[in-house]
């Protein structure tokens, strides 16, 4: 038995079926009694038993009986037995206890049949209709056919074993006589009659199903010879037959047809059964309604269908007297039917005809041909079988006329639900019906005339194809796009391209696949046609103009234009090529078309991102106040592109800084409480989320872009932000400052966070506002703000919230006291917006990424106050400023804000609290700003602070970039930041001499202002880091933090070019007029100053690299290191390496060892040094390697002048790699690096700090090495003329040169640094090393506005051969 067999077995019953309840043989009906008390059911259930063991004992006397009585006595004997049986069975709730049930089933089938069979013997049709009904209806008193009908129906849903005696008893020809007689044989209806004959109808049939399930109970019927003359009378006087009959008679055909058996097919192929019934339905269908046509036909469909699995003798029949158009003819005429009206049996005609189609005997043989390309999950087997495949085409045809023909739309639905369960059944299906009858190749040149849900039926049939089979059928898609094209039926075409949208999305082979078809070329023209009609229009309402389906259609094809584009840049090319970027802006004002059109501009950013700014910038520019959803979309399709980081150059250059913040400025007032003018119609969520976006757009544009970060604050946007923000109405504008108030009790920046976002909390809207803004400001600081997500998530409720809490603080009087809650109690709103902002703040350093958003906080901190909250407007000062305060806790923090004008800021934005003690910021912002100070601090703001409340009018000058500064230089801390860390000696003289200058000024003003003035000098100069060497003021030094990226470094170009005898001078870099040849001849020292903050973990060690040598030689790829000196945190060694190892990632680098060392000495020592290393102390590396006669050399390592191993070890090879010669005119250039390159990125936990470190090209004496010990890591000089401290200064080695000028290879210090650009390195310097140095970083060799940190070689100015210009800083704020 095959698949399709299966299939036939398992398909569902029809809905007259689907009502019945079949109960196993086996069981026995136990209906659940109503619970009752436990006695009164144990008194039941003992009555029930004695009931049941008295029937017990009557049968057996009758068995015993039975024999000796004539045959009326019997049956009397046993009719007079039955009630008593019905009754113990209603008492018992339908349980039989009765052991001879078996043969009582029997004698009771038996009986009964006799009596049908003598009440139809010798009488006409309409007399034995008349007969039976009398028989078995209840008139008055139980009649004895009725009594023997009841029993039968009882015994039957017993067990098996009872129903196989019953069916051997001849009472299944009986009854299906029966059934013909009622069912041919129509009478008029009695209503007196119409309760019992319902109740008659229903034991008879239920009998009748219970034995006709069973194959015995149809072998039964074969010897009465009825089962045909049943089937035949359906088809035939269908029309004619009781009305009442109908349904139980097709349920009863329907389950012999279920149990059919071989003989039966035999049977009914002998008779000519099939083929009577099919000419008798033929002429039925002319005349009959569809609805009972259908009834009918469903009937003798069915014994064809059942019949298959054990024999196609009946479908063979049914197909060569034309049952297909049988069929055919007859779904037809079901067309216009209303809905529900012959749906059951017109439904179960399409399953079983669905079913035919898999009904064959061979499997169908095609050729066809995959056209190319498809999708790579596409695998076809041609070998495969699985049973299900479509073999008998006849069938399906009749589905596919049936679609053809009729434009009924449950037709039409129901053929197409079909197809797609024969392709489920087997993905090849749709293949051999593809390529032979090609039904939906030829729906579509029809699908625009039938009803709009079969034609989005029949397009997600189409979807499927691709979505589900994973098939590109080209033939079909090239119809569907000439459909598209045509536009007949604009709703069709809608669908269509529905349709080719979501396939679009399956893969990025449909890019191409439709622009090579011209489905990207037509929609273009498509909508460059109606860009035009909406630019006609401009706004006015024209009839009939982009109403209904055609705007759909334009939306339609807007989204499909964005789907081709995304990930095609090929296909932007062709948008653009084509003209259509300013028809494409124009549907930037429609609501309904923004989305798409911003996806398509997204798109064409990346072939021109200047063009894309420009667009969105200047829409933003051009909006109206009243167009917020307009920004918001554009603000957000602007973030899109932002995370780029190759948009922002762009962005910049179209000046989209100024048009952001000229955004905040179209705002003034729109926090304003209480509303006013357009804004009091707007929601004030919308307005702050139109500032979050805005700040949002900047953020994202100055994310780790220093040459955007640099012309916003060099351009003092930051600045001009601040006023924007004041301007929005939440902040006091008024000058006048408030009376300080003492408060008791504060909260956290945090905890305010918290309870402002708690709508139980009546803080006014004023407030709430403003920290919202300053929220904003504190993730624009961390760089996070472009991040987060807030609007999506959390829906503020700001109109009636802001009036309640204005009526309850209006209500509270100008001291309003606040509700106390515990944190748990909040609203989860605000869990989800900030976490536990403490705990996060504590589990990392606070790195602040944009110092000019602290100064903007600093600018709108006075500006937190409004008359009538006093109280809780100094509260949340006070809470800012203390967290002001936590941002600037750590060294690093406090040197990015000395660099960005915190000071200044402070200075100007808050004279009022710095002149009254007792104002409540007065403590806090003197501790940022002596923290601040005692990094670094101007003159003039030094100034400016020591005459704040004095009589003495000093003149502030302006912040230029030749200001002195008292403290340190600018720096720059981060990966590969450089920085001063503590002041400088002679700071404390120019302090000394400035203070009595001022003295009179502040003494005047009291002796507590000037002992708080004179507490914060003295805190601004005493140093802050004592270390175990003779000064406790610590060098410059450049920072190298792995947590954040995993490398950072200092890249030095041009360490030494040897150039060959032809080549040319112009390709080598550096500073000096002749090629410094490499590897030196007598050897080298290097010399540096490193303190490690923190060592990584140890299953993750990050070597400290303290110099790597890198050389290349021209015309070939291959980099090589030759020369290399780290410490290993995993067994705390110095590691010293000549090895020529290929310069390449880490992850592909060859293990060690399997190049051959041919020399007698090693290529690499370690030095233990472990116990040497303190964390958080500076401490002094020396490595000396010295030449001998060979190639090899003496290796000997110092720290801080201990030694820790010498060694002796191969030197540095002639030429890098396996290179044996060198071409005349070929060069080499070496390089180095200090830390970690790009190209070893490892996270890291390290943390570590490189002082002054040299290089010299010779091998320094023991003497040498502790005399430079001795000067310390604050010495910034090239060792010409040293004279130590203590020394005779008249002694003739005091002072002394401890190396020779043309010795010296570099000199790196942090103090001389400053930033750079790639244009002032080629311009101060050579083309090479503008070259190299953008290489290095990643960015154009002609790029003049990146920002690039060049510590300059201090030994750059002294005699002898070329020297690298310094060292550039590479990580991740180069």
Not at 410 to 425: E, K, N
Not at 426 to 448: A, C, G, R, S
Not at 1194 to 1212: C, D
Not at 1254 to 1274: C, D, H, R
Request: charged share 20%.
């Amino acid at each position: 038995m095959d698949k399709a067999a299966e299939l036939m077995w398992q398909l569902e019953d029809s809905p007259c079926e689907a009502a019945q309840q079949e109960q196993s043989p086996d069981d026995v009906s136990k209906s659940e009694v109503p619970e009752q008390p436990a006695h009164r059911k144990d008194n039941q259930s003992q009555s029930h038993t004695l009931h049941w063991e008295t029937l017990c004992r009557q049968f057996v006397e009758y068995e015993q009986v039975a024999p000796f009585l004539i045959p009326e006595e019997q049956q009397r004997r046993l009719l007079d037995f039955l009630p008593l049986f019905l009754k113990a069975w209603e008492q018992s709730a339908g349980v039989i206890v009765f052991p001879s049930v078996q043969l009582l089933a029997s004698e009771v089938s038996k009986l009964l049949t006799k009596e049908i069979k003598r009440t139809l013997n010798g009488k006409s049709a309409e007399e034995a209709r008349l007969a039976l009904e009398h028989l078995l209806q209840q008139k008055g008193e139980v009649e004895d056919g009725h009594l023997l009908l009841k029993s039968v129906y009882l015994l039957s849903r017993t067990d098996l074993r009872t129903m196989w005696n019953i069916i051997g008893s001849g009472l299944p020809a009986a009854l299906l006589q029966c059934l013909y007689i009622f069912f041919t044989f129509p009478l008029e209806q009695n209503t007196d009659g119409e309760t019992n004959e319902d109740e008659t109808q229903e034991m008879l049939v239920e009998i009748m199903l219970n034995m006709y399930r069973e194959e015995r109970g149809v072998e039964e019927l074969l010897a009465a010879d009825k089962l045909q003359s049943l089937i035949i009378a359906a088809a035939s006087f269908w029309d004619q037959c009781s009305h009442l009959w109908k349904v139980p008679t097709g349920r009863v055909l329907r389950a012999i047809s279920k149990a059919q058996t071989k003989n039966s097919i035999l049977y009914l192929q002998a008779v000519d059964c099939i083929k009577i019934a099919v000419q008798n339905l033929f002429k039925l269908a002319d005349t009959l309604p569809a609805c009972d046509v259908c009834e009918a036909v469903s009937i003798v469909v069915c014994f064809v269908k059942d019949s298959y699995p054990i024999s196609s003798a009946l479908l063979t029949e049914f197909e060569s007297n034309d049952g297909y158009q049988l069929l055919l003819k007859v779904l037809l005429r079901c067309e216009g039917l209303q809905q529900n009206e012959g749906d059951p049996y017109l439904n179960e005609i399409l399953d079983m005809l669905t079913c035919l189609t898999t009904c064959g005997k061979t499997e169908l043989k095609v050729s066809g041909n995959i056209i190319h390309p498809q999708l790579p999950q596409f695998d076809y087997e041609w070998t495969r079988s699985s049973g299900m495949t479509v073999k008998n085409l006849q069938a399906f045809q009749v589905l596919q006329s049936i679609f053809q023909k009729s434009n009924d739309q449950h037709l039409c639905g129901t053929v197409l639900g079909a197809i797609g369960t024969i392709w489920a059944w087997d993905t090849v299906n749709f293949f051999l019906l593809e390529w032979t009858l090609q039904p939906i190749n030829q729906f579509i040149d029809i699908i625009h005339f039938k009803p709009h849900p079969v034609q989005v039926q029949f397009f997600r049939l189409v979807e499927s194809i691709v979505l589900d089979l994973s098939y590109i059928p080209h033939e079909i898609l090239k119809k569907v796009q000439c459909l598209i094209k045509e536009n007949v039926v604009p709703f069709c075409t809608l669908t269509a391209l529905r349709c080719l949208l979501s396939i679009t999305k399956k893969d990025l082979l449909f890019s191409d696949i439709f622009r090579d078809s011209g489905l990207l070329g037509l929609l273009l023209a498509l909508l460059r046609k109606q860009a035009k009609i909406l630019r006609k229009s401009a706004g006015t309402s024209l009839p009939g103009l982009e109403e209904g389906t055609d705007k759909e259609l334009n939306a339609i094809m807007l989204k499909m234009v964005a789907a081709l584009t995304v990930g095609c840049v090929r296909n932007s090319v062709v948008l653009k090529d084509y003209g259509m970027v300013p028809y494409i802006k124009i549907f930037l004002d429609e609501e309904c078309y923004r989305g798409a059109t911003l996806s398509i501009l997204e798109q064409l950013s990346v072939i021109n991102y200047e063009e894309y700014m420009s667009i969105v910038i200047g829409a933003l520019c051009s909006s109206t106040q009243g167009e917020l959803h307009l920004k918001l979309d554009l603000l957000k399709s602007l973030l899109r592109i932002l995370n780029s980081p190759k948009s922002h150059s762009a962005f910049r250059t179209c000046s989209g800084f100024n048009g952001l913040l000229s955004l905040l400025s179209d705002m003034e007032g729109a926090l304003q409480d209480p509303p006013c003018g357009l804004w009091a119609t707007v929601e004030q969520s919308c307005i702050l989320e139109l500032v979050f976006c805005t700040l949002q757009g900047i953020t994202a544009a100055l994310h780790l872009d220093p040459v955007n970060s640099n012309f916003f604050q060099r351009n003092g946007l930051f600045e001009k932000m601040a006023e924007d923000l004041e301007s929005l109405g939440c902040f006091w504008t008024h000058r006048e400052w408030h009376i300080p108030l003492s408060l008791e009790k504060t909260r956290t920046f945090a905890e305010f966070l918290d309870a402002a976002f708690c709508s139980s909390e009546p803080f006014p809207a004023w407030l709430k506002n403003c920290i919202w803004i300053l929220s904003f400001l504190d993730h624009m600081i961390k760089g996070t703000l472009h991040l987060e997500n807030y609007f999506k998530e959390i829906k503020l409720e700001m109109g009636e919230a802001s009036r309640d809490d204005q009526e309850g603080t209006q209500a509270q009087g100008e001291h309003p006291t606040f509700s106390e809650r515990p944190v748990s109690e909040l609203c989860a709103s605000a869990y989800r917006l900030w976490g536990n902002f403490e705990e996060k703040w504590e589990m990392r350093d606070c790195v602040i990424v944009n110092p000019g958003a602290v100064c903007v906080m600093v600018r709108l901190l006075p500006k937190l106050y409004r008359e009538g909250h006093s109280q809780i407007s100094q509260e949340i000062q006070r809470a800012v400023a203390d967290h002001i305060q936590s941002l600037v806790k750590s060294e690093k923090s406090r040197q990015v804000m000395c660099g960005s004008g915190l000071l200044s800021t402070i200075i100007t934005s808050c004279q009022d609290a710095f002149r009254n003690e007792s104002h409540p910021l007065h403590l806090p912002l003197t501790r940022v700003f002596e923290k601040l100070a005692s990094q670094s601090i101007e003159p003039d703001v030094l100034r400016q602070f020591l005459c704040l409340g004095g009589s003495l009018s000093v003149s502030s000058r302006p912040n230029t970039k030749s200001t002195e500064v008292l403290s340190c230089q600018e720096s720059v801390s981060s990966k590969a930041g450089l920085n001063e860390e503590e002041v400088a000696a002679d700071s404390k003289t120019a302090l000394q001499t400035a203070v009595p200058f001022i003295k009179s000024s502040w003494v005047s003003r009291g002796s507590a202002l000037a002992l708080q003035t004179a507490m914060s000098l003295i805190s601004m100069t005493s140093p802050r880091n004592l270390q175990l060497h003779s000064t406790a003021l610590a060098p410059s030094f450049v920072e190298f933090d792995m947590s954040m990226e995993g490398y950072g470094c200092l890249y030095l170009p041009t360490l030494a070019t040897v150039l060959g005898p032809s080549a040319e001078q112009s390709v080598s870099g550096g500073i000096g007029m002749c090629s410094r040849m490499f590897p030196p001849s007598s050897g080298l020292t290097l010399s540096c100053w490193f303190l490690v903050s923190k060592f990584g973990v140890v299953h993750n060690s990050h070597p400290l690299r303290f110099l790597t040598i890198v050389r290349h030689m021209s015309r070939t790829e291959q980099e090589f290191v030759c020369f290399s000196v780290s410490f290993s945190p995993q067994d705390c060694s110095l590691v010293i390496s000549t090895e020529e190892v290929e310069f390449q990632p880490l992850d592909i680098m060859e293990p060690e060892g399997e190049v051959q060392n041919i020399s007698p000495f090693p290529e690499q020592v370690q030095f233990d040094c472990g116990k040497l290393l303190v964390t958080g102390q500076w401490h002094h590396l020396t490595v000396t390697v010295a030449k001998e006669a060979k190639k090899n050399c003496i290796v000997s390592a110092f720290i801080n002048g201990q030694m820790l191993g010498s060694a002796k070890m191969r030197y540095f090879q002639m030429l890098p790699g396996n290179c044996i010669s060198m071409d005349p005119s070929s060069f080499i250039d070496v390089y180095g690096y200090i830390a970690t390159p790009r190209v070893w990125k490892q996270k890291s936990s390290l943390i570590w700090r490189l002082g002054p470190t040299y290089l010299f090209e010779e091998a320094i004496s023991v003497e040498t090495m502790e005399m430079i010990n001795k000067l310390g890591p604050q010495y910034y000089s090239n060792f010409q003329a040293v004279q130590l401290q203590g020394e005779n200064q008249y002694s003739e080695q005091n002072p002394a040169q401890l190396v020779a000028e043309e010795k010296i290879s570099f000199g790196i210090n942090a103090v001389c640094s400053s930033f750079s650009t790639i244009q002032d390195i080629k311009s101060s310097y050579n083309e090479v090393d503008g070259r190299l140095v953008a290489k290095e970083i990643g960015i154009s060799s002609r790029d003049a506005s990146t920002p690039i940190l060049l510590a300059k070689n201090i030994a750059g100015h002294l005699s002898g051969s070329l020297r690298t210009i310094g060292s550039v800083a590479v990580g991740q704020y180069e």
